[in-house]
T-cell receptor, first 110, second 114 residues
Framework: GEDVEQSLFLSVREGDSSVINCTYT??????LYWYKQEPGAGLQLLTY?????DMKQDQRLTVLLNKKDKHLSLRIADTQTGDSAIYFC??????????FGTGTLLAVQP | DAMVIQNPRYQVTQFGKPVTLSCSQT?????MYWYQQKSSQAPKLLFH???????NEADTPDNFQSRRPNTSFCFLDIRSPGLGDAAMYLC?????????????FGSGTQLSVL
């Protein structure tokens, strides 16, 4: 089956690092994505990683991919209150379709 | 500038009364998607158009239909909304190329069913 799982909730203090984890099941996924959703809004693509990479850094964001364990993580350095949102990982293959994870609510405490 | 525009932002309908949600895009993308997102859940793909080719997900109820009259517009029709259809409906687009699943989302339409 196609299940992408995430922990439901993460709380951090402003300035700390946040690590959001995701496990997926489709080993044929070509790309893996992280999307951010603020309250009442659509999803915004944050970053992505190609399946033959194990790390990608993009400013404050670091994506780690462990393909053997089908584990993806998103690290946000120096987390700010504006980072408070729901974060979805998603996997995609060659079918023009994404399978989204269950979402992790990140709460940043001032 | 908004590239994927959904109207209206909030829609209230009555149980059983047909409703249409609209989506337009300025990206000239081939693919347009409709997702349903219920509270605290992941977006669930209902269907997508690849150009004029309609692709329905196996578990999308018959109550949901879609039309794409041209590249720019796509509509979601709910023929007889039930209380369980109250949700955020998200339209998205994607183009061709290596990142063909890189989706551009609209802001969504929040549907309430009374």
């Amino acid at each position: 089956g196609e299940d992408v799982e995430q922990s439901l909730f993460l709380s951090v203090r402003e300035g700390d690092s946040s690590v959001i984890n995701c496990t997926y099941t489709d080993s044929s996924s070509t790309y893996l994505y992280w999307y951010k959703q603020e309250p009442g809004a659509g999803l915004q693509l944050l970053t992505y990683i190609f399946s033959n990479m194990d790390m990608k850094q993009d400013q404050r964001l670091t994506v780690l991919l462990n393909k053997k364990d089908k584990h993806l993580s998103l690290r946000i350095a120096d987390t700010q209150t504006g980072d408070s949102a729901i974060y979805f990982c998603a996997e995609g293959g060659a079918t023009n379709k994404l399978i989204f994870g269950t979402g992790t609510l990140l709460a940043v405490q001032p | 500038d908004a590239m994927v525009i959904q109207n209206p932002r909030y829609q209230v309908t009555q149980f059983g009364k047909p409703v249409t949600l609209s989506c337009s895009q300025t990206l000239n993308h081939n693919v347009m998607y409709w997702y349903q997102q219920k509270s605290s859940q992941a977006p669930k793909l209902l269907f997508h158009y690849y150009d004029k080719d309609f692709n329905n997900e196996a578990d999308t109820p018959d109550n949901f239909q879609s039309r794409r009259p041209n590249t720019s517009f796509c509509f979601l029709d709910i023929r007889s909304p039930g209380l369980g259809d109250a949700a955020m409906y998200l339209c998205a687009t994607s183009g061709q190329g290596p990142l063909n699943e890189k989706l551009f989302f609209g802001s969504g339409t929040q549907l309430s069913v009374l």
